[in-house]
């Protein structure tokens, strides 16, 4: 099964009476892996910041930041694979056009 892809944008927004027209610029970061990779590491250090601290969390009911963290750490790794795997499919569609 294909994916699909929607990278349609649209070139105006009109909201009520005013129309607003949207520059014709690249995004920074197309496919999201840099975002995604940055963001899966502060999950990961928020996780190994917050270890030395157990007991206190323990002692306060609040282990489940750190538990949160691991699980934000977990999340992000299948979506880095998602976004990996989106910009792989991109440019073989990409390279499958222009030849």
Do not use: N
Not at 55 to 76: H, I, N, Q, V, Y
């Amino acid at each position: 099964m294909d994916p699909v892809l929607r990278d349609e944008q649209p070139d105006k927004h009109e909201f009520g009476k005013r129309t607003y027209i949207v520059a014709d610029v690249e995004p920074l970061d197309v496919d999201g892996v840099r975002t995604v990779e940055v963001g899966t590491l502060a999950w990961l250090i928020g996780f190994v910041a917050l270890l030395p601290f157990y007991g206190r969390l323990e002692d306060s009911g609040r282990t489940w930041w750190l538990w949160t963290c691991l699980a934000g750490f977990g999340l992000g790794l299948f979506g880095l694979e998602y976004c990996r795997r989106r910009r792989r499919v991109r440019a073989e569609r990409s390279d499958a056009e222009s030849a």
